[in-house]
């Protein structure tokens, strides 16, 4: 079998995941090159013994014999580097979001198109095991028909106010995960969205133009609902939980904990808080993710996440920012048209 061949573009906090993940535990693959804008991520290349690091995206794809690359760099550099890789021939692995308009998104995905490269989306909770096996109920019938999703994401502490000013907004950089999430979940496509935000957490953020604490409601084709709950500050730890509720029962998913311990004693019972942040929630789906992105590249299959996938989030994100500033409910077919 031959060896595939990838570059890991940008090694700030989600690309150094993927690059150790790739260097370690995937024998079809070879890491050949890294980059990175900032000279010091030279240690990060020698970390890992990858043999070429650059600076720049086109020097990145002017390495010799380079299949893929897999793109975690800042969010603005999204489309563009896509569109590159693309017109290079390079099958792709890219970060959410592709970009925050989505007439960019459109117009990138028509060049992969033309080019009939590869790309996958990395929307990583889609390979939680728990998440998987909560899809899997769904899809084998065990619940029935599902009515009633719930999904509560909330995060230990609000992102610095600088990133907040560049990402898109709560709806596009937080939320994102969870509209995914329950299109994946359901099977099913979503018709209206309906969100009230607020700022909660940090005057700041409001003073930037975001919100930091918000329940959407999303109607799906067949009118069955979710509810999506998001805040920027659980002071107990990042809470990520699941349910669906069917015409035939209930399926859940609670939080992971360090442990499953839990102490009984006359002054009441405790345990562990859940994990800390996404890093540690979702470590398995990060190397699942990148499992399946080089499954689809072995096997000639397609991917298991693509950039319709991505258009559609931010197409419900971009419905919540306007759901909120108009208090009503979106159509998706108002975005989309």
């Known amino acids: ?3 595939i061949n990838i570059a890991v573009a940008g090694l700030g906090r989600i690309g150094k995941i993927h690059l150790k993940n790739l260097s370690r535990n995937f024998a079809e693959i070879k890491v050949i090159a890294v980059m990175d804008v900032f000279e010091e991520s030279q240690a990060i290349a020698d970390e890992f013994h990858v043999p070429v690091f650059v600076q720049t995206f ?3 794809l ?3 014999n380079l299949d893929a690359v897999v793109i975690c760099s800042p969010t603005d550099t999204h489309a563009d580097y896509v569109e590159q890789a693309a017109r290079a021939g390079k099958q792709i692995f890219c970060e959410k979001p592709l970009d925050l308009s989505l007439e960019r998104v459109q117009e990138v995905l028509e060049i992969v198109k033309e080019t009939g490269v590869k790309l996958m989306l990395g929307f990583n909770r889609r390979f939680d095991p728990e998440f998987k096996r909560i899809r899997q109920l769904v899809e084998n019938n065990a619940i029935g028909e599902p009515q009633i999703i ?3 994401s909330r995060d230990p502490g609000p992102p610095p106010v600088s990133y907040v000013k560049v990402s898109g907004g709560m709806f596009l950089d937080m939320t994102i995960h969870d509209f995914d999430m329950a299109r994946y979940i359901s099977g099913k496509q979503v018709k209206e969205v309906y969100a009230r935000a607020a700022v909660k957490v940090d005057p700041e953020i409001g003073e930037a133009g975001d ?6 409601t999303l109607t799906f084709e067949d009118d069955s609902m979710a ?3 998001n805040c920027r500050k659980a002071v107990y730890g ?3 939980r699941l349910e669906v509720f069917g015409s035939q029962g209930m399926a859940q998913a609670d939080n992971n904990f360090p442990n499953n311990h839990k102490l009984y004693t006359e002054g009441g019972i405790s345990g562990d808080l859940p994990l800390h942040f996404f890093l540690e929630r979702y470590d398995a789906s990060y190397n699942q993710e990148i499992r399946e992105f080089i499954d689809a590249l072995v096997d000639g299959t397609d991917m298991p996440v693509d950039g319709e996938d991505g258009l559609l989030s931010i197409a419900i ?3 919540a920012k306007k759901s909120v500033a108009e208090n009503r409910p979106v159509k998706i077919e108002e975005i989309l048209s």
């Open 211 to 216: 919100v930091d604490t918000a329940i959407i």
């Open 238 to 240: 990042y809470d990520q």
């Open 1 to 3: 079998m031959k060896t």
């Open 317 to 319: 994100g971009l419905a």
């Open 227 to 229: 509810v999506i709950d």
């Open 58 to 60: 086109e020097e990145l």
């Open 62 to 64: 002017a390495v010799p």
């Open 150 to 152: 719930k999904i509560t």
